[in-house]
Protein backbone atom coordinates (compact mmCIF):
# COMPACT_ATOMS: atom_id res chain seq x y z
CA UNK A 1 0.00 0.00 0.00
CA UNK A 2 12.65 -4.50 1.46
CA UNK A 3 16.98 -6.19 3.85
CA UNK A 4 20.28 -8.21 6.62
CA UNK A 5 18.62 -10.63 8.91
CA UNK A 6 17.76 -8.61 12.27
CA UNK A 7 18.54 -10.50 15.50
CA UNK A 8 15.79 -11.75 17.10
CA UNK A 9 16.40 -10.63 20.65
CA UNK A 10 16.34 -6.58 19.83
CA UNK A 11 15.33 -4.82 22.67
CA UNK A 12 13.61 -1.60 21.34
CA UNK A 13 12.84 1.30 23.52
CA UNK A 14 10.18 3.71 22.80
CA UNK A 15 11.69 6.62 25.19
CA UNK A 16 14.88 6.29 22.87
CA UNK A 17 13.41 7.94 20.02
CA UNK A 18 12.17 11.12 22.23
CA UNK A 19 15.71 12.17 23.13
CA UNK A 20 16.52 11.81 19.15
CA UNK A 21 13.66 14.19 18.02
CA UNK A 22 14.11 17.92 16.90
CA UNK A 23 14.02 20.33 19.66
CA UNK A 24 10.10 21.55 18.17
CA UNK A 25 8.79 17.83 17.81
CA UNK A 26 5.50 17.47 19.34
CA UNK A 27 2.92 14.88 20.45
CA UNK A 28 -0.23 14.55 18.37
CA UNK A 29 -2.31 12.96 21.71
CA UNK A 30 -5.84 12.16 20.51
CA UNK A 31 -8.73 13.16 23.20
CA UNK A 32 -10.94 10.79 24.90
CA UNK A 33 -14.49 10.34 23.22
CA UNK A 34 -17.59 10.60 24.93
CA UNK A 35 -17.86 6.55 24.86
CA UNK A 36 -15.97 4.28 27.00
CA UNK A 37 -12.31 3.99 25.74
CA UNK A 38 -9.35 1.94 26.79
CA UNK A 39 -5.64 2.26 26.53
CA UNK A 40 -4.39 -0.95 25.63
CA UNK A 41 -0.99 -0.18 27.39
CA UNK A 42 1.58 -2.63 26.64
CA UNK A 43 -0.60 -5.95 26.39
CA UNK A 44 -0.78 -8.48 23.33
CA UNK A 45 -2.99 -10.14 21.81
CA UNK A 46 -1.84 -13.56 23.39
CA UNK A 47 -0.63 -11.96 26.44
CA UNK A 48 -1.43 -15.36 28.45
CA UNK A 49 0.88 -17.93 26.35
CA UNK A 50 4.35 -17.32 26.18
CA UNK A 51 6.72 -17.50 22.88
CA UNK A 52 6.03 -15.51 19.50
CA UNK A 53 2.28 -14.93 18.51
CA UNK A 54 1.35 -17.02 15.48
CA UNK A 55 -0.11 -14.49 12.61
CA UNK A 56 -1.47 -15.21 8.85
CA UNK A 57 -1.21 -12.66 6.66
CA UNK A 58 -3.82 -11.24 4.33
CA UNK A 59 -2.41 -8.95 2.17
CA UNK A 60 -1.86 -7.82 -1.19
CA UNK A 61 1.62 -5.98 -2.25
CA UNK A 62 1.74 -2.29 -2.26
CA UNK A 63 4.26 0.16 -0.22
CA UNK A 64 2.29 0.41 2.81
CA UNK A 65 1.10 -3.45 2.88
CA UNK A 66 5.03 -4.67 2.79
CA UNK A 67 5.87 -2.18 4.79
CA UNK A 68 3.44 -4.15 7.66
CA UNK A 69 4.74 -7.38 6.43
CA UNK A 70 8.72 -6.41 6.80
CA UNK A 71 7.47 -5.10 10.59
CA UNK A 72 6.25 -8.70 11.03
CA UNK A 73 9.03 -10.27 9.90
CA UNK A 74 11.34 -8.41 11.99
CA UNK A 75 9.56 -8.69 15.13
CA UNK A 76 10.20 -11.61 17.12
CA UNK A 77 7.10 -11.28 19.08
CA UNK A 78 5.63 -12.47 16.20
CA UNK A 79 5.82 -15.68 14.04
CA UNK A 80 4.30 -15.58 9.94
CA UNK A 81 3.03 -18.77 9.40
CA UNK A 82 1.15 -18.20 6.19
CA UNK A 83 0.54 -15.66 3.28
CA UNK A 84 -2.84 -15.42 1.71
CA UNK A 85 -3.23 -13.07 -1.74
CA UNK A 86 -6.15 -12.18 -2.66
CA UNK A 87 -7.10 -11.98 -6.25
CA UNK A 88 -9.11 -9.02 -5.65
CA UNK A 89 -5.96 -7.05 -4.08
CA UNK A 90 -4.16 -4.25 -5.94
CA UNK A 91 -1.29 -6.72 -6.64
CA UNK A 92 -3.17 -9.89 -7.82
CA UNK A 93 -2.09 -12.97 -7.39
CA UNK A 94 0.99 -13.25 -9.68
CA UNK A 95 2.73 -9.93 -8.70
CA UNK A 96 1.69 -10.92 -5.30
CA UNK A 97 2.84 -14.34 -5.03
CA UNK A 98 6.67 -12.80 -7.10
CA UNK A 99 6.63 -9.99 -4.15
CA UNK A 100 5.97 -11.99 -1.27
CA UNK A 101 8.56 -14.86 -1.87
CA UNK A 102 11.07 -12.59 -2.83
CA UNK A 103 10.64 -10.95 1.09
CA UNK A 104 10.37 -14.26 2.69
CA UNK A 105 13.51 -15.13 0.98
CA UNK A 106 15.01 -11.77 2.67
CA UNK A 107 14.34 -13.06 6.25
CA UNK A 108 15.22 -17.05 5.15
CA UNK A 109 11.70 -17.94 5.44
CA UNK A 110 11.23 -19.49 2.58
CA UNK A 111 9.40 -22.42 4.59
CA UNK A 112 6.53 -20.11 5.13
CA UNK A 113 3.79 -20.84 2.57
CA UNK A 114 2.33 -18.82 0.22
CA UNK A 115 -1.02 -19.09 -1.60
CA UNK A 116 -3.79 -17.11 -3.70
CA UNK A 117 -7.54 -17.85 -5.00
CA UNK A 118 -7.90 -17.00 -8.85
CA UNK A 119 -11.75 -17.08 -8.81
CA UNK A 120 -12.88 -13.29 -8.48
CA UNK A 121 -15.48 -12.97 -5.92
CA UNK A 122 -19.10 -12.13 -7.22
CA UNK A 123 -19.58 -8.26 -6.68
CA UNK A 124 -15.92 -7.39 -5.92
CA UNK A 125 -15.15 -4.07 -7.78
CA UNK A 126 -11.90 -3.13 -9.62
CA UNK A 127 -9.07 -0.66 -8.21
CA UNK A 128 -8.61 2.93 -10.23
CA UNK A 129 -5.95 2.04 -12.75
CA UNK A 130 -4.07 5.18 -11.27
CA UNK A 131 -3.60 3.07 -8.06
CA UNK A 132 -1.93 0.03 -10.01
CA UNK A 133 0.69 2.00 -12.26
CA UNK A 134 4.18 0.82 -11.10
CA UNK A 135 3.03 -2.00 -8.90
CA UNK A 136 5.80 -4.40 -10.61
CA UNK A 137 8.24 -2.31 -9.13
CA UNK A 138 7.60 -3.67 -6.00
CA UNK A 139 9.97 -6.46 -6.69
CA UNK A 140 13.08 -4.39 -7.51
CA UNK A 141 16.17 -4.89 -5.48
CA UNK A 142 14.53 -8.05 -3.96
CA UNK A 143 16.46 -11.34 -3.25
CA UNK A 144 16.24 -14.37 -6.01
CA UNK A 145 13.84 -16.97 -4.67
CA UNK A 146 13.18 -20.75 -4.71
CA UNK A 147 10.14 -21.12 -2.80
CA UNK A 148 6.81 -21.83 -4.74
CA UNK A 149 2.81 -20.95 -4.14
CA UNK A 150 1.40 -23.66 -1.82
CA UNK A 151 -0.70 -26.38 -3.44
CA UNK A 152 -3.91 -25.40 -1.58
CA UNK A 153 -6.08 -22.40 -2.46
CA UNK A 154 -5.57 -19.56 0.01
CA UNK A 155 -9.00 -19.72 1.67
CA UNK A 156 -7.70 -23.40 2.72
CA UNK A 157 -3.86 -22.47 3.32
CA UNK A 158 -5.58 -19.76 6.13
CA UNK A 159 -7.99 -23.28 7.41
CA UNK A 160 -4.79 -25.37 7.80
CA UNK A 161 -2.38 -23.05 8.76
CA UNK A 162 -4.54 -21.68 11.77
CA UNK A 163 -5.24 -25.65 12.45
CA UNK A 164 -1.49 -26.55 12.93
CA UNK A 165 -0.56 -23.87 14.59
CA UNK A 166 -0.93 -25.38 17.95
CA UNK A 167 -2.55 -22.17 19.59
CA UNK A 168 -5.02 -19.06 18.72
CA UNK A 169 -3.60 -17.12 15.21
CA UNK A 170 -4.16 -13.90 14.57
CA UNK A 171 -4.98 -13.10 10.93
CA UNK A 172 -2.96 -9.64 10.22
CA UNK A 173 -6.20 -8.87 7.08
CA UNK A 174 -4.90 -5.34 4.97
CA UNK A 175 -6.82 -5.87 1.89
CA UNK A 176 -10.18 -6.69 0.41
CA UNK A 177 -11.24 -9.31 2.77
CA UNK A 178 -12.38 -12.14 0.08
CA UNK A 179 -10.12 -14.56 0.92
CA UNK A 180 -10.77 -14.27 5.11
CA UNK A 181 -14.27 -14.84 4.14
CA UNK A 182 -14.27 -17.55 1.98
CA UNK A 183 -12.13 -19.39 4.81
CA UNK A 184 -14.60 -18.80 7.51
CA UNK A 185 -17.58 -20.07 5.60
CA UNK A 186 -15.87 -23.00 3.87
CA UNK A 187 -14.22 -23.84 7.34
CA UNK A 188 -16.58 -23.49 10.21
CA UNK A 189 -14.03 -25.02 12.74
CA UNK A 190 -11.80 -21.51 11.96
CA UNK A 191 -13.86 -19.50 13.87
CA UNK A 192 -12.43 -21.53 17.05
CA UNK A 193 -8.84 -21.15 16.12
CA UNK A 194 -8.53 -17.46 15.18
CA UNK A 195 -7.64 -15.18 18.71
CA UNK A 196 -7.96 -12.49 16.60
CA UNK A 197 -8.68 -10.87 12.89
CA UNK A 198 -6.60 -7.13 12.83
CA UNK A 199 -8.09 -5.57 10.23
CA UNK A 200 -6.82 -2.10 8.17
CA UNK A 201 -10.64 -0.94 6.63
CA UNK A 202 -13.17 1.28 7.09
CA UNK A 203 -13.73 4.85 8.66
CA UNK A 204 -16.17 5.37 11.04
CA UNK A 205 -16.34 9.21 12.30
CA UNK A 206 -13.89 10.59 9.62
CA UNK A 207 -14.38 10.77 6.02
CA UNK A 208 -13.48 7.71 3.63
CA UNK A 209 -10.67 7.39 0.96
CA UNK A 210 -13.32 5.99 -1.75
CA UNK A 211 -14.34 9.36 -4.31
CA UNK A 212 -18.00 10.09 -3.92
CA UNK A 213 -18.61 7.73 -0.84
CA UNK A 214 -17.81 7.50 2.95
CA UNK A 215 -16.39 4.05 2.41
CA UNK A 216 -12.49 2.55 2.50
CA UNK A 217 -10.67 1.37 -0.38
CA UNK A 218 -9.64 -2.39 1.51
CA UNK A 219 -13.88 -3.01 2.48
CA UNK A 220 -15.48 -1.04 -0.94
CA UNK A 221 -13.21 -3.09 -3.00
CA UNK A 222 -15.09 -6.53 -1.86
CA UNK A 223 -18.41 -5.36 0.46
CA UNK A 224 -19.94 -8.74 0.75
CA UNK A 225 -16.62 -10.06 1.75
CA UNK A 226 -16.37 -7.43 4.55
CA UNK A 227 -19.73 -7.50 6.17
CA UNK A 228 -19.52 -11.90 6.86
CA UNK A 229 -15.91 -11.30 8.19
CA UNK A 230 -17.54 -8.54 10.68
CA UNK A 231 -20.65 -11.29 11.43
CA UNK A 232 -18.60 -13.92 11.71
CA UNK A 233 -18.16 -13.88 15.16
CA UNK A 234 -14.32 -13.91 15.97
CA UNK A 235 -13.36 -10.77 18.05
CA UNK A 236 -11.69 -8.24 15.60
CA UNK A 237 -9.46 -5.43 16.29
CA UNK A 238 -10.01 -2.52 13.26
CA UNK A 239 -7.87 -0.19 12.34
CA UNK A 240 -9.67 2.40 10.34
CA UNK A 241 -8.68 5.89 9.15
CA UNK A 242 -9.56 7.55 12.41
CA UNK A 243 -6.46 5.78 13.54
CA UNK A 244 -4.19 5.68 10.34
CA UNK A 245 -5.26 9.64 9.65
CA UNK A 246 -2.96 10.03 12.69
CA UNK A 247 0.28 8.67 11.08
CA UNK A 248 0.70 10.59 7.86
CA UNK A 249 3.86 9.78 6.31
CA UNK A 250 6.44 13.10 7.45
CA UNK A 251 8.36 15.30 5.53
CA UNK A 252 11.56 13.85 7.70
CA UNK A 253 10.68 10.09 6.94
CA UNK A 254 13.04 9.42 3.60
CA UNK A 255 16.03 11.39 5.42
CA UNK A 256 15.22 9.18 8.51
CA UNK A 257 15.30 5.72 6.42
CA UNK A 258 18.20 7.17 4.58
CA UNK A 259 20.70 7.54 7.70
CA UNK A 260 19.22 4.35 9.59
CA UNK A 261 21.37 1.26 9.95
CA UNK A 262 20.88 -0.16 6.78
CA UNK A 263 19.61 -3.30 7.11
CA UNK A 264 18.14 -5.54 4.26
CA UNK A 265 14.90 -4.24 5.20
CA UNK A 266 15.68 -0.59 5.55
CA UNK A 267 17.61 -0.85 2.15
CA UNK A 268 14.40 -1.98 0.61
CA UNK A 269 12.14 0.18 1.76
CA UNK A 270 14.54 3.35 1.02
CA UNK A 271 14.46 2.40 -2.38
CA UNK A 272 11.20 2.22 -2.16
CA UNK A 273 10.40 5.15 -1.75
CA UNK A 274 12.68 6.78 -3.94
CA UNK A 275 10.66 4.58 -6.57
CA UNK A 276 7.43 5.38 -5.68
CA UNK A 277 8.30 9.46 -4.29
CA UNK A 278 4.75 9.97 -3.96
CA UNK A 279 5.05 7.56 -1.03
CA UNK A 280 6.66 10.45 0.88
CA UNK A 281 4.73 13.80 -0.98
CA UNK A 282 1.98 14.28 1.81
CA UNK A 283 -0.62 11.89 0.27
CA UNK A 284 0.79 8.50 2.27
CA UNK A 285 -0.37 7.62 5.82
CA UNK A 286 1.22 4.10 7.87
CA UNK A 287 -2.14 2.53 6.65
CA UNK A 288 -1.18 -1.49 6.88
CA UNK A 289 2.17 -0.63 9.12
CA UNK A 290 -0.05 0.72 12.25
CA UNK A 291 -1.95 -2.33 11.67
CA UNK A 292 1.05 -4.76 11.81
CA UNK A 293 2.28 -2.34 14.75
CA UNK A 294 -0.33 -3.51 17.16
CA UNK A 295 -0.46 -7.38 16.18
CA UNK A 296 1.70 -7.63 19.36
CA UNK A 297 1.60 -4.66 21.01
CA UNK A 298 -2.07 -2.82 21.03
CA UNK A 299 -0.49 -0.14 23.30
CA UNK A 300 0.36 2.16 20.70
CA UNK A 301 -3.51 3.03 20.27
CA UNK A 302 -6.73 3.46 21.90
CA UNK A 303 -9.84 1.44 21.22
CA UNK A 304 -12.98 1.78 22.10
CA UNK A 305 -15.57 -0.99 21.93
CA UNK A 306 -18.43 -0.63 19.09
CA UNK A 307 -21.15 -2.18 17.57
CA UNK A 308 -20.64 -2.51 13.94
CA UNK A 309 -21.49 -3.40 10.73
CA UNK A 310 -20.61 -2.92 7.00
CA UNK A 311 -23.28 -1.43 5.35
CA UNK A 312 -24.73 -2.98 1.99
CA UNK A 313 -26.23 -1.14 -0.93
CA UNK A 314 -27.81 2.18 -1.49
CA UNK A 315 -25.76 4.97 -0.94
CA UNK A 316 -24.20 3.70 2.46
CA UNK A 317 -22.58 0.88 0.50
CA UNK A 318 -19.18 -0.45 2.20
CA UNK A 319 -19.66 2.22 4.98
CA UNK A 320 -18.68 1.20 8.32
CA UNK A 321 -21.24 2.31 10.78
CA UNK A 322 -21.84 2.15 14.57
CA UNK A 323 -25.48 0.29 14.78
CA UNK A 324 -27.30 -1.11 17.81
CA UNK A 325 -27.64 -4.54 16.28
CA UNK A 326 -23.96 -4.47 15.08
CA UNK A 327 -21.18 -6.65 16.05
CA UNK A 328 -19.22 -5.95 18.81
CA UNK A 329 -15.65 -4.91 17.70
CA UNK A 330 -12.16 -2.74 18.70
CA UNK A 331 -11.82 -0.15 17.00
CA UNK A 332 -8.77 2.12 17.02
CA UNK A 333 -9.94 5.78 17.14
CA UNK A 334 -6.76 7.10 18.47
CA UNK A 335 -2.69 7.05 18.01
CA UNK A 336 -1.43 8.80 21.51
CA UNK A 337 2.50 9.13 20.59
CA UNK A 338 2.35 9.33 16.64
CA UNK A 339 6.27 9.51 17.45
CA UNK A 340 6.60 5.62 19.88
CA UNK A 341 4.77 4.68 16.50
CA UNK A 342 7.48 5.91 14.18
CA UNK A 343 10.04 4.83 16.32
CA UNK A 344 8.60 1.06 16.88
CA UNK A 345 8.05 0.68 13.46
CA UNK A 346 11.24 2.19 11.77
CA UNK A 347 13.64 0.60 14.64
CA UNK A 348 12.61 -2.90 14.43
CA UNK A 349 13.50 -2.99 10.53
CA UNK A 350 16.96 -1.15 11.03
CA UNK A 351 17.91 -2.98 14.26
CA UNK A 352 18.57 -0.36 16.04
CA UNK A 353 16.62 3.07 16.98
CA UNK A 354 16.43 5.72 14.41
CA UNK A 355 17.33 9.40 14.71
CA UNK A 356 12.86 11.26 13.59
CA UNK A 357 12.32 14.57 13.22
CA UNK A 358 9.41 16.11 14.51
CA UNK A 359 6.52 14.70 14.75
CA UNK A 360 3.91 14.86 11.96
CA UNK A 361 0.20 16.76 12.67
CA UNK A 362 -2.20 14.97 11.43
Given at each position: MNRIRLSASICLSLSLVLAACSS??????????????????????????????????????????????????????VEVIAVSLPVTGEAGCELGLEVTLGILAMFDQGHVPVACDPDVAAGARAWPAAFLEGQENLSFGLPEFDGTEADLTAPDLIAEA?????????????????????ALDRHPDLVGDLERIVIMGGAIDVP???????????????VSAAADVLESGVPITLVPLDATDQVP??????????????????????????????????????????????????????????????????????????????????????????????????????????????????
Open positions: NAETVVTGESTSTTKAMAGTTLAADITGPTPVIVDYSPTVSDVGGLLYLLSNPEAADAGRPVVIWAVAPLTNVARGNVEGTDAEWNLWVDVPAWYRRAIEEAEQSEAIAYLSSLVRIFPSVSSGFYYFWDELAATIVADAGLVITEEMNVVVAEGAADDGRTVRAGDGNPVDVAVGVPDPNAFYAEFLGRLAGSPVTLGATATP
